[in-house]
C-alpha cells in the first residue's frame, strides 16, 4: 500500500501493492521533464493505482504517455505502449510514512546521462546503458 501526491496535492492517488524496486532513468526525456539528472519510477501493476483526481496526459514519444499535473506541472506517471499493464510513478510523489519504500535497483540510460553528474559508485543499484525488461 502506498499513497502520494503532485506538489500542490491537487493529483492524488493510492495503490493496493507496495511499490516495487525503482529505476533511476537517465534518459534525456526524464532528465529534462524531472529538471534534475534523472527521474525515479516506480512500478505498479496499472489495476492497483487508482486517481482521487487524473493528471493530464501527454504522449512524450513514439513509446511512451506521460502524465503531468494540470495545475503545479508535478510529473506523476509514465506507461509504455509495450508495457500497458504496468505503471510507473514518479516515485518523489510518493508520500513517507505509508511503509518502506525500496531503495533503487538499477540506473537505466546510462548512454544519455548528463555530462554533470556522476552515479555514485557503491550505492546498490545496477548500471544499464539502455534498459530491457
Ligand atoms: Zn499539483
Ligand atoms: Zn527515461
Known sequence: MASGSCACHYVRYTTTSVPSAPVNCHC??????????????????ATHVQWQV????????????????PRCGSTLSMILDR???EIALAAGTLDEGEG??????????????????????????EKYQEWEE
Open 83 to 85: 508495457y500497458p499493464e
Open 28 to 45: 534525456t526525456t526524464c532528465r529534462k521533464q524531472a529538471g534534475a539528472p534523472y527521474q525515479t519510477w516506480a512500478f505498479f501493476p
Open 100 to 125: 518502506p519504500i525500496p531503495l533503487p535497483r538499477a540506473h537505466i540510460f546510462l548512454k544519455e546521462k548528463a555530462s554533470w553528474y556522476e552515479v555514485p559508485e557503491g550505492d546498490g543499484a
Open 54 to 69: 487524473y493528471p493530464t496526459g501527454r504522449r512524450s514519444s513514439t513509446s511512451a504517455t506521460r502524465s503531468f499535473c
